[in-house]
């Protein structure tokens, strides 16, 4: 074991020298292709989103709608043919991540998002006529927990705290008198601890003095469940949730 | 030679030249041989991991207590029981500190939360990869034989499926897996045996054609057989990407076995002349055939559900007068057929064949001209029949049913690389391998026999995971760590109440003692719940209780004799035992327990948030509207629910309010005095 490790690591070693001058020229190559391959026809001087972007998926996955944007020349009139490059942190990945835009100025990409939980902060960036236009965007990604509380938010929740009526779910917001809160509605939840979060939850509106029409969920969700729901309100919260605490940094 | 010897020699004086020197220089070797495994520990992998830790830990506030829990050296979490040796948290160290939450910097994030603690079920388990391993090649990207790298997390639920065979609230692209490997029916072809030995089964119900002729014809059969999806887009069926001549040879050998049945056509009889051309689109509607059949909107957007075949383009396909005799009983074409047999007026049928046929494309099938087949083409198509496995999942005349078709499924989780022939270029996993044969599976070579699908990247992701569950370890693990799948019963109700079950198909959408869809309300109970009026009235013409649903219970057009039948049996068979029949009877409920009952509604628990009880005032629209809840429900079902609603229905999202006997008995006493129209019982 050791002698094979050892005679491993030393043919390792020499393999990395020598393999290093060729990636780097693999890499060269591979970075140059896209643009290569894509000769734009045209530019744009402006970006804007069309979807796909705010969208919510689990860690790792590609989100369910494609991410598009759309490149504008000055008057705003769609531009075909335009190069649109999309970047993300690492981890974050396009398919494709160079792309022309289409005969509706559209270009068109499928984002799959990194491992790690939390929310994602991605580009699209077209070469305009002088210096280039960026657009940001954002998606989030949900971790185990979180996505646990999603499905359950979904089930008992989403009726009376999400104003927005689907084909499958009538909202049911309309029809309350006292109009909850939107779970991203990050500057009235993010206020609320924990604690209180969770004392809501369990015992219902009047927990917190509230009305109530908001009802209890002790006695029907699990501890673990109501601990998710809250996970993921806290994921889903614009502005971003955080957490009170330690700081643990100490300089 | 001499100088070199004469070199050696004093080399050698040199050293061991007296006998003191001699012992010092032997110590000296000795020594040197002794630090080489600590030296090699120093310079390992793992323990510059380990000092980066420290080193990470040190400037935090909570240093000493993370410094405290940290051991150095190899870690290892042995669980025999499961096969697991796993060395991961040597290198990652703050899977289980909590603090650590805010770093980002692997190997040492804190784990996300999952049901199961670490030191119970490791770190393979899930993740995949080499547990043995001690340094990152080895652990994540090896490919040598027998072992396996670590599994992307875009597939991390596979590894929930190994132990749980159920479907899990929190599994949901597994769970889409395990359905669509009975909804596409890819188990007609590939066996896949639970490790329990039960084996999963088909939902796709693929027709049987031994009257095929009676339905369609041959043309119409050619242009499917070429591209299912441009008839409809939603189908299951998949493309076996056949060249025009056999899939001319094939249709010629359907339509030529195809035994004509008596009862499969029926005269079309025509709407009267004066029939109200708007007839065909409400009888469609009022007869609910879009909780089942789909059809495509202008917009191109499938409405409807997915329980039966699309509808968009039928008039291209079905003969008018097999529609007719199918709209009159579809069980005498097909008898395990999930569609209800309506009992349909000849007049509705009429109109309803009519409706259908104006369903059709023109431009459909409109170049495909055959000719009269010969006796050898019809002959080579039975022989690509047996060759292409159709009898797999359709029965057809002179063809047996292929056993094993296609390899066995039931451990493709932990198909060894080296059995697997990649495409060039492609990355050396399991994954990826899986994913993309059943994303294109005749990439891989021309003699493969599997058609192509049509899915959508999520389907594939889900089917892949579903897949990657079917482990070895998955079936050699200890019985008792496993949790068993809950499978259907064949629970048959008995009499000619039964029959008539079976011939409306209540089982496509209800479930009765374990079997059963899930598109409509459990009804193994639903004799504790209603009163026999309203379910008489109900079974006569179904007016739904909510308003929203898109898909409702369809009306059957039921015989006064059969409503009674079916009535009597539900309030007689279908009882829960936990129940109190004689409960609160109403005659004692005075109108201040019924006032109060009111109040706890409107203040205490505010069921006007979900439920509707006044529609002057009254706006919630999430559960069922209460206006004569009283001349529906008995007074113990209400009593029993307001209770505890998940011990009768465990997924119904009412909330559990834990009221008190007392509580619980004045709003059963409140509702019970709702007997409809229009509310007056919450009128003051």
């Not at chain 1, 140059?32 to 000769?39: G, I, R, S």
């Not at chain 2, 132990?163 to 669509?180: A, D, E, I």
């Not at chain 2, 089982?507 to 869809?517: E, K, L, P, Q």
């Not at chain 2, 179904?542 to 539900?570: A, C, G, H, Q, V």
């Amino acid at each position: 074991m050791n002698t094979r490790l050892s005679a491993q690591t030393k043919f390792r070693v020499l393999a990395a020298l020598a393999i290093l001058p060729l990636t780097m020229l693999l890499c060269c190559k591979h970075s140059a292709l896209p643009n290569a391959a894509l000769k734009a026809t045209a530019q744009g001087t402006a970006l804007v989103e069309s979807s796909g972007g705010h969208q919510v998926g689990a860690t790792g996955t590609t989100l369910t709608d494609p991410l598009v944007v759309q490149v504008n020349d000055d008057q705003g009139t769609a531009v075909p043919g335009a190069l649109v490059e999309f970047h993300g942190p690492s981890g974050v990945s396009f398919d494709p991540a160079a792309v022309l835009t289409d005969s509706s100025g559209q270009a068109t990409t499928a984002v799959t998002l990194g491992t790690i939980a939390g929310r994602y902060q991605l580009s699209a960036m077209t070469p305009g006529k002088g210096k280039s236009v960026t657009l940001d965007t954002l998606e989030i990604a949900l971790g185990y927990e979180q996505r646990v509380g999603s499905i359950l938010a979904d089930k008992y929740c989403s009726r009376c705290h999400d104003p927005e009526s689907s084909p499958v779910r009538v909202s049911n917001y309309d029809n309350l008198e006292v109009k909850p809160h939107a779970f991203s509605e990050g500057n009235t939840l993010n206020k609320i601890s924990d604690a209180d979060l969770t004392s809501i939850i369990l015992h219902g509106g009047p927990a917190l003095n509230r009305s109530a029409l908001m009802p209890p969920y002790g006695n029907t969700l699990s501890a673990p469940d109501i601990k998710a729901i809250i996970a993921y309100i806290r994921a889903l919260s614009d502005p971003p949730y955080q957490p009170p605490g330690t700081v643990y940094a100490r300089q | 030679m001499q100088p070199i010897r004469k070199y050696l020699s004093s080399v050698w004086q040199a050293l061991f030249g007296d006998p003191v020197r001699a012992f010092g220089v032997v110590s000296l070797i000795l020594l040197l041989a002794l630090a080489i495994a600590p030296a090699k520990e120093h310079f390992s992998q793992w323990h510059s991991y380990q000092r980066k830790y420290l080193g990470l830990i040190r400037d935090r506030g909570d240093a000493i207590s993370l410094r405290r829990r940290f051991e150095p050296g190899i870690h290892q979490i042995w669980l025999p029981e499961l096969g697991v040796v796993d060395r991961c948290t040597t290198c990652h160290l703050g899977l289980k500190e909590a603090s650590l939450s805010d770093v980002t910097q692997q190997p040492f994030r804190k784990h996300p939360v999952v049901p199961h603690s670490l030191d119970a079920f490791g770190c393979v388990i899930c993740h995949g990869g080499q547990g043995q391993a001690t340094t990152v090649v080895e652990a994540h990207h090896s490919e040598r034989a027998g072992e396996e790298p670590i599994l992307p997390t875009r597939y991390i639920e596979s590894g929930c499926g190994q132990c749980h065979q159920n479907s899990l609230p929190g599994t949901p692209q597994l769970n889409l897996g395990r359905t669509m490997l009975s909804r596409y029916g890819c188990v007609h072809c590939h066996a896949v045996t639970r490790p329990d030995g039960s084996k999963v089964a088909a939902t796709d119900h693929p027709p049987s054609l031994v009257h095929i002729a009676d339905k369609t014809t041959r043309e119409w059969l050619f242009s499917w057989l070429k591209d299912p999806q441009a008839y409809a887009a939603s189908t299951t069926m998949p493309n076996f990407k056949l060249s025009d001549a056999d899939a001319s040879d094939i249709s010629a050998y359907l339509v030529n076995s195809s035994s004509p049945k008596a009862g499969d056509t029926a005269a079309d009889a025509k709407p009267a002349a004066n029939a109200d051309p708007a007839a065909g689109p409400s009888l469609y509607g009022e007869s609910f055939c879009a909780s089942c059949h789909s059809v495509q909107n202008a917009a191109g957007n499938l409405v409807g559900g997915d329980l039966g075949p699309e509808l968009t383009r039928i008039g291209n396909k079905a003969k008018p007068e097999w529609l007719a005799a199918w709209l009159q009983n579809p069980r005498v074409y097909d008898s395990t057929t999930p569609m209800p047999h309506y009992r349909f007026a000849p007049q509705q049928i009429a109109t309803l064949v009519a409706f259908l046929q104006t369903k059709s494309d023109s431009d459909y099938g409109s170049g495909v001209h055959l000719d009269a087949a010969t006796p050898q083409q019809i002959a080579h198509g039975r022989k690509l029949i047996v060759e292409l496995g159709c009898a797999a999942c359709h029965e057809i005349n002179g063809v047996q049913k292929p056993e094993n078709f296609a390899p066995d499924l039931s451990a493709i989780g932990s198909k060894p690389l080296a059995q697997i022939v990649f495409l060039p270029g492609m990355e050396h996993s399991l994954p990826t391998y899986i994913a993309a044969k059943i994303r294109q599976p005749r990439a891989f070579g021309s003699s493969v026999k599997m058609p192509q699908f049509t899915l959508s990247a999520a389907q594939t992701d889900a089917l892949t995971t579903a897949l990657l569950a079917l482990t070895a370890r998955g079936r050699s693990m200890p019985d008792n760590l496993r949790v068993a799948a809950v499978p259907e019963t064949n629970y048959q109700p008995a009499g000619p109440a039964g029959k008539l079950i079976t011939e409306l198909a209540c089982f496509s959408c209800h479930r009765f003692n374990g079997r059963g869809g899930e598109m409509a309300p459990d009804l193994s109970w639903e004799g504790s719940s209603v009163q026999r009026q309203w379910l008489t009235n109900f079974l006569h013409n179904p007016n739904t209780l909510r308003p929203s649903l898109i898909r409702r219970m369809p009306r059957f057009n039921l015989s006064d004799s059969d409503n009674k039948e079916l009535t009597d049996y539900i309030l007689t068979v279908y009882q829960s035992p936990a129940i109190d029949a004689d409960l609160v009877p109403a005659a004692t409920n005075s109108a201040d327990v019924v006032e109060h009952g009111r109040q706890l509604f409107y203040s205490k628990y505010a069921c006007q948030s979900c439920h509707i009880i006044d529609t002057k005032t009254d706006k919630g629209y999430i559960g069922p509207t209460l206006t004569q809840v009283g001349s529906r429900l008995t007074a113990g079902w209400l009593y029993a629910w307001l209770k505890n609603p998940q011990a009768l229905r465990p997924s119904t999202t009412e909330p559990n309010q834990n009221l008190s006997d007392e509580d619980a008995h004045a709003l059963t006493a409140f509702l019970m005095s709702l007997k409809g129209s229009g509310g007056q019982g919450a009128k003051r």
